[in-house]
């Protein structure tokens, strides 16, 4: 069952007044006629027109200056009193006491009576606007927590997957650098050697032939094995460099600068995030021919800047793409970062990572 709200009960109480006066002997006075046609005319006005609700006080000019040819006018004043106090026209409380000195203790106390229920149907219903605006707030700060929280799983996704992906790429450096290398100097040596061992024993040249075939199976084995741990994935740069060449929409240049093997996985996972929302507003709202890519690497940051000559700031400013952006925003200062936005000229979008903590006076 549906609620009743104040501005249900304000029309009910309209309809009711309009009905007592059109039931006041008299009404059918040219005089009274016309002035609840204006009333009810003015009514309908505000009803449509929420603007002009400060022409209640035209209103009240009206039944005082018809007073003098209808005798219930000031009765009919009740109405655009209370009409005044429920839209919160409060000089028309002014005009309530000072039309109370000037009436009878009856006339008198119906006026008043209008003016409170107006006023108390009023307090009501901007309690409600209040309340739902509380509401919506509160909803909308759920849903973006909730928006938050799932980009938070993504990104705990894609770190544990980097991350896993940089372990295997220093195992497979480490094993190639050193272990492969020493397996590899020994192989070589030993094929030395056995050029030096023609006059020994048969038996044991078989074994050490054996030996050395295996010894070179493994070596084989262990730069297959590099080579697929290596190979896993693209990690970092490659990572960026391959989403930019996979982008159908337009053309993008990509530009890498400084040492980004400094940059840790739960950054690299901002900065991929902030290339797609950028490529994906792109796609959805501009009309690039090119679009540029670059990465800044220094010791203490990572800039990742994506620029492109046809946005449309206007169309980029939608709702999608400004959720896009300020779940952005959440994610870079959640690790001291910043995310901006620049639309002079060229539209662009600025992700700054440190990656190192400033030292504090005192540190060593």
């Not at 655009?80 to 309530?96: C, D, I, R, S």
């Not at 492969?180 to 192989?187: F, K």
């Not at 240049?253 to 739960?266: K, L, M, R, W």
């Not at 995310?339 to 979008?349: H, P, Q, T, Y």
Request: aromatic share 6%; proline share 4%.
């Amino acid at each position: 069952m549906k609620a009743i709200s104040p501005k249900l009960c304000f029309q009910i109480c309209q309809l009711a007044g309009f009905a007592l006066l059109l039931a006041l002997p008299g009404t059918d006075e040219p005089a009274g006629f016309f002035l609840l046609m204006f009333l009810a005319i003015m009514s309908l006005l505000r009803w449509r027109v929420p603007v002009a609700k400060a022409t209640v006080l035209i209103d009240l000019i009206a039944c005082a200056a018809m007073a003098s040819l209808w005798s219930r006018a000031p009765h009919a004043m009740a109405l655009p009193l209370f009409q005044a106090m429920y839209l919160g026209v409060y000089p028309a409380a002014l005009a309530l006491a000072i039309l109370l000195f000037r009436f009878e203790p009856l006339l008198a106390a119906l006026l008043a009576l209008g003016a409170l229920c107006g006023a108390f149907l009023g307090l009501w219903e901007r309690e409600r606007g209040d309340k739902l605006k509380l509401r919506d707030s509160t909803a909308g700060r759920y849903y973006e927590l909730e928006s938050l929280q799932r980009d938070l799983s993504t990104t705990l996704a894609q770190v544990e997957r980097m991350a896993a992906a940089q372990e295997r790429a220093r195992i497979a450096r480490d094993i190639h650098d050193n272990a492969g290398h020493e397996i590899v100097a020994a192989y070589i040596s030993l094929q030395t050697a056995r050029a030096m061992m023609d006059g020994a024993d048969a038996g044991a040249l078989e074994l050490y032939d054996a030996a050395l075939d295996r010894l070179s199976s493994g070596a084989g084995k262990i730069r297959e094995a590099v080579h697929n741990l290596s190979t896993a994935a693209f990690l970092g740069v490659e990572s960026l460099r391959e989403t930019c060449a996979r982008f159908p929409a337009c053309a993008v240049d990509f530009n890498a600068y400084g040492d980004a093997s400094q940059i840790p996985a739960h950054a690299w996972t901002v900065l991929e995030s902030c290339l797609n929302e950028s490529l994906t507003n792109i796609a959805r709202h501009s009309a690039a021919s090119r679009a540029t890519v670059s990465l800044d690497t220094t010791p203490h940051i990572a800039r990742l800047c994506v620029e492109n000559d046809g946005a449309r700031p206007g169309e980029l400013a939608g709702s999608g793409a400004r959720g896009g952006l300020r779940n952005l925003r959440h994610r870079a200062a959640a690790i001291g970062g910043s995310l901006s936005v620049d639309s002079s000229g060229v539209f662009r979008i600025i992700c700054v990572i440190p990656l190192r903590a400033p030292k504090r006076e005192g540190d060593l």
